[in-house]
């Protein structure tokens, strides 16, 4: 196939703000997509080469990208940079000074997605004191044969930045379109979300069939999505919600990972697939001397201790372990235990369909515990008043809370996906509004007096996973000390776009808008109709949305989290809802 085809197939996509209709441009390109590029192009399509959990990451700074350019082009590097600084974009400018080479040129090659790919693949594997060289003569090898269309896609994606909004809902959509029916949609999502890797969907779908889908199992290599807990406000609703009996655990204030034990390895993956087993090398190498099964897939809580009392330690501690440098240093300095909860997969089978109670008994049974390796303190719990002695345990065991787990037969673990199965509390509950929000900052206003010249307030938004959309709750402009607000740049303009997200779902217009991909914490006052904030927009009342009040920055980036597990308008709405005295008729 030629690059051409999927670079007009990009143009296409970032032509439309209507996600149906990029749907229906990816599920005709996918139809008549060669199937053994399939794989490929659909990673193309996300600025990719690889799955998110893959280490390698593909990114050229900008500098390297205009010198490329100007290489190739015969532009001057000063008239490339000035085009640069004007347009902010490397592709726009790839696009405006590259010509379209004859075909005919005696050194003239055919420009096919599969080279793109290759020579792709060693501008990502490039390293040496002549890396950036190398870089450069790949990119330039590319853009000798590209025309204006296909140069601008080619620099977006090395750098990162390819604007076309095809989120992984958007292209589990234009699978089914294209291979399946609607009513498929949820089995090809369940595929995907116990493999994080959409172009093996894409590529088992277009060969195989639903039933191919529908055979795709847990696999020690590829992490699976997590399960997410839904909140309630109190305890004696919890064990309501929960017919009366349910398990509850210690929810530790830790980092949460997901390790895959293999026979002579083990991998341990964040929430948001980051690879963090070189700064758990210890945790890595005690799960796999502790695990009594060839295989496994366990979740847990890494949680620093005090190195001579043996007390769990804040959050905040752990995450120095999360540093790319001097590591020695922080495995001696900061002890870190992990307390495993559940189990996905163990000695070949798949456990992801059984019920919570056998996981825990299977998770007790395939570990010796000691040492850096424990497993939740947790305990069947079936009345309030013993869910509020546990409570008081956690606390005063320096946890932040408890997770109410369901005992019944349909306690599956669901990937992905947020329901009443898990329920959370913590501490926070019984101070203030029902927990923090973790939001995706989707646009920005500049700021005036102190700030201008600076970012000065935030546009965020809610996911809803329904319609694969963010949805904007509030404009957030308290809580920012000055490193943040002179850092905001470095943080955001990443993913700045010159018009309105596909993905993003608002009225009010910032300044400046963001592709989503940062997420903060936010606490608030309260939860109130908003006749300007799109979140929820209809649900409670016609015409209104939801948006929060006095909403305030906590000072944590969630780097642990992607945009898609940012809080939920469902959530939003529950949390709404569950407010005294919240009514339709609320000002």
């Known amino acids: 196939m030629l690059y051409s085809e999927l670079a007009e197939t990009f143009d296409r996509l970032e032509s439309t703000g209507s996600r149906l209709e990029m749907t229906s441009i990816l599920a005709d390109f996918f139809r008549r997509t060669d199937r053994k590029d399939l794989r490929t192009v659909i990673y193309l399509s996300q600025g990719k080469l690889h799955p998110d959990f893959y280490p390698q990451v593909l990114g050229m700074a900008d500098k390297l990208v205009l010198k490329a350019i100007s290489s190739t082009s015969g532009a001057s590097e000063q008239k490339t940079e000035a085009l640069w600084v004007e347009t902010g974009d490397p592709g726009t400018v790839a ?35 002549d890396s950036q060289d190398k870089k450069i003569d790949h990119l330039s090898n590319l853009l000798h044969d590209s025309g204006p269309l296909e140069a601008r896609y080619l620099c977006r994606t090395v750098t ?80 309501e919600r929960m017919g009366g009996r349910c398990a509850m655990e210690y929810k530790y204030d830790g980092i949460r990972v997901q390790a895959h034990i293999g026979k002579d390895s083990v991998r341990l993956f964040s929430r948001r697939l980051e690879d963090l087993t070189s700064n758990f090398p210890d945790i890595a190498q005690s799960l796999r001397t502790h695990c009594k099964s060839s295989e496994a897939i366990i979740e847990g809580e890494c949680v620093a201790v005090h190195p001579e009392t043996g007390f769990m330690l804040p959050f905040q501690n752990v995450t120095h372990r999360r540093k790319k440098h001097g590591m020695d240093d922080a495995v001696r300095d900061i002890p870190v235990r992990i307390f495993m909860f559940d189990i996905l997969y163990e000695g070949g089978n798949d456990l992801t369909s059984v019920p919570y109670g056998q996981r825990r008994k299977i998770l007790e049974d395939k570990f010796a515990i000691g040492g850096m390796i424990q497993i939740s303190s947790a305990k069947t719990i079936e009345s309030a008043e013993e869910g509020e002695k546990f409570f008081a345990s956690a606390l005063a065991d320096r946890c932040e809370g408890i997770m109410a787990k369901s005992l019944s037969e349909e306690s599956v673990y669901r990937a992905g996906s947020r329901g009443f199965l898990w329920i959370k509390y913590k501490k926070d509950y019984q101070e203030s509004l029902t927990d923090s929000f973790d939001l995706a900052v989707v646009g920005a206003f500049y700021g005036m007096g102190k700030r201008a010249g600076k970012y000065g307030a935030l546009l965020m938004a809610a996911y809803n996973p329904e319609y694969g959309r963010f949805e904007t709750v509030c404009k957030l402009g308290t809580g920012f000390d000055d490193a943040f607000l002179d850092g905001m740049p470095e943080l955001l303009d990443g993913g700045k776009r010159e018009t309105k997200p596909a993905s993003v779902d608002a009225e009010m217009i910032p300044d400046v808008w963001f592709e989503p991909s940062v997420v903060l914490e936010v606490t608030a006052a309260e939860i109130t109709l908003s006749p300007v904030h799109t979140a929820a927009r209809n649900i409670i009342a016609e015409g209104s949305g939801l948006g929060i009040r006095f909403p305030r920055f906590t000072g944590r980036v969630r780097d642990d989290k992607l945009p898609e597990q940012a809080t939920s308008v469902d959530e939003i709405t529950e949390m709404f809802r569950l407010q005294p005295g919240s009514s339709p008729d609320q000002e």
């Open 160 to 239: 990162g930045r390819m604007r076309v909004g095809a989120g992984d809902m958007t292209i589990l959509d234009a699978l089914a379109e294209a291979f399946a029916t609607k009513e498929d949609r949820p089995s090809i999502e369940r595929a995907f979300n116990i493999t994080c890797d959409i172009g093996l969907v894409g590529e088992i779908i277009a060969n195989g069939g639903m039933d191919a889908i529908r055979s795709v199992k847990v696999t020690v290599g590829n992490p699976v999505k997590v399960m997410l807990a839904e909140r309630l406000p109190s305890i004696p609703e919890i064990i």
């Open 95 to 129: 696009e405006r000074l590259i010509s379209r080479k004859k075909q005919t040129t005696l050194f003239s090659e055919e420009l096919t997605v599969d080279r793109v790919f290759k020579r792709l693949t060693l501008i990502e594997n490039s390293g040496g004191k």
